[in-house]
């Protein structure tokens, strides 16, 4: 079945920068659109990136030119480079395909 799981998160001071990982399988990564969804503390999901199969990319507004989501098919590995980060990118983020997500990390962003 679907195995997604994202690497360590953390805590970063603002302006920093972070980068995810999301091992996948039981799926052929390659053939599939990838995204990357965050939840903030007491609110919904929001969805911040998608990488198509062939590598096109999309952003929601507030990470675009900040955040790159990149993807290593030979590994089955998803990435997010999050940089400049802020306060208001605390969240837990999930790497997803479709409805299926990971379990999730941590990452804070915090003086």
């Known amino acids: 079945q679907v195995q997604l799981v994202e690497s360590e998160g953390g805590l970063v001071q603002p302006g920093g920068s972070l980068r995810l990982s999301c091992a996948a399988s039981?799926?052929?990564?390659?053939?599939?659109?990838m995204s990357w969804v965050r939840q903030a503390p007491g609110k919904g999901l929001e969805w911040v990136a998608n990488?198509?199969?062939?590598?096109?990319?999309s952003y929601v507004d507030s990470v675009r030119g900040r955040f790159t989501i990149s993807r290593d098919n030979a590994k089955a590995t998803l990435y997010l480079q999050m940089n400049s980060l802020k306060p208001e990118d605390t969240a837990v983020y999930y790497c997803?395909?479709?409805?299926?997500r990971g379990q999730g990390t941590q990452v804070t962003v915090s003086s």
């Open positions: 990488i198509s199969s062939g590598g096109s990319t």
């Open positions: 997803a395909k479709s409805s299926a």
């Open positions: 039981g799926f052929a990564f390659s053939l599939y659109r």
